[in-house]
């Protein structure tokens, strides 16, 4: 089965942007999903919708995400500018195998205020409430912050293609102090995946200083690569297809090649325990979740193990909305954030769930979610 990339565009564009790097993975042999976010397909060009002007990171966020629970598997999430942003937000709810964040947007505490940076958007945010307005840019505020290495002739065609943005979004990216819902917020402890994050040293709308800290964010499992020819607008300058080639063999390394931890001793046909209606049920009773009894596969993903490999960890006994208990001899220590894959059924792919251990014996292993597919867990719930 081949691996997906879902690759997300930023401000200001549409999937347009990434026909060369989808042409380019694709004949690595990925498949590839290009979404068009809310608001910037081509017909908002010349009249943007009204609504677009409001619309929040988290809005994009929700979009994609209910488009990744469609797919087969876990998808690679590339990247770039603000879709580098919503790469992260995703990642961090347990929802990619791997992330290539091409010169992205900085999450919250980031502080990304530069000379450039401010000059870039100070025509769009001179405009009074301009978090309630679509925002556009200038031809000579475009190449000035995006392509300024893009061939004279080219830079116009591109222009053309531009979309409005929603003055909001950029709000919660450039004042997410004053956010008071915390948009662009993402907890590094939950950034479990591979993480690439790739700097243009010429870049003025995220310069490689800012993004050199989005790595940093991230150090556990980030690799950071800055490239000294470029600027901002990696998908389409010339020598895009260099920080292709980069990434598809960073891809290689992480997802394929890197040495697997030992596989854990696989445990065959158990069936839900029974055990012990005196111990581990009362103490499971005090959750603020009722359980529900049931019979399937469960795989974890141990994060900061450096690679995507999922592990057979044993058979559920019981599920709530709060968690999971696994009749498991495997333990794992106490506190450990895991990414869950639940076999619910041998013709579905598996329920994606992250969270992490709250107890761990000989006997068992029971996790507590911070994440998981609510409406796909509410169907195995019975009480």
């Known amino acids: 089965m081949s691996e997906h990339i879902m690759m997300i565009h930023g401000m200001w564009c549409g999937d347009w942007v990434w026909d060369n790097y989808k042409n380019f993975f694709e004949s690595k042999g990925y498949h590839c999903i290009t979404p068009t976010l809310r608001y910037h397909d081509e017909k908002y060009r010349d009249i943007p919708d009204h609504q677009i002007g409001t619309t929040s990171l988290l809005d994009y966020a929700e979009d994609l995400e209910n488009e990744i629970y469609q797919l087969d598997q876990k998808p690679i999430l590339m990247g770039h500018s603000m879709g580098g942003l919503l790469a992260q937000i995703l990642g961090s709810r347990g929802l990619a195998k791997a992330l290539v964040l091409l010169t992205p947007a900085s999450p919250n505490r980031i502080i990304a205020f530069r000379i450039s940076v401010v000059r870039s958007f100070l025509r769009a945010m001179m405009k009074p409430r301009f978090w309630r307005k679509p925002m556009t840019l200038t031809y000579k505020g475009a190449v000035y912050s995006m392509m300024q290495l893009i061939p004279v002739e080219k830079r116009k065609e ?226």
């Open 158 to 383: 591109i222009y053309d293609k531009l979309i409005p943005e929603s003055g909001h979004a950029a709000f919660e990216i450039g004042y997410w102090f004053l956010d008071r819902k915390h948009a662009s917020n993402v907890d590094k402890a939950k950034i479990t995946c591979p993480t690439l994050v790739i700097a243009g040293e010429q870049d003025k709308l995220t310069p490689p200083s800012v993004v050199q800290r989005v790595a940093n964010k991230y150090s556990a499992v980030s690799t950071f690569k800055k490239f000294a020819n470029h600027a901002h607008w990696v998908i389409g300058e010339p020598g895009w297809n260099e920080i292709a080639e980069y990434s598809s063999d960073w891809m290689n390394q992480v997802l394929i090649k890197m040495p697997q931890r030992p596989q854990p001793r696989t445990i065959p046909n158990i069936r839900p325990s029974i055990r012990g209606s005196k111990g581990l049920v009362n103490q499971e009773d005090r959750r603020v979740h009722k359980r529900t009894d049931v019979a399937m596969g469960v795989e974890v993903n141990i994060p900061y193990s450096g690679n995507a490999q999922y592990y057979e960890l044993g058979r559920a006994v019981n599920i709530s909305r709060g968690g999971i208990y696994v009749d498991t001899n495997l333990s794992l220590n106490e506190g450990t954030y895991v990414n869950v894959n639940l076999n619910t059924n041998e013709s579905e792919r598996p329920m994606w769930a992250q969270g992490h251990v709250v107890r761990s014996s000989d006997k068992g292993v029971a996790m507590e979610f911070s994440h998981a597919e609510l409406k796909r867990l509410n169907t195995l719930i019975t009480i």
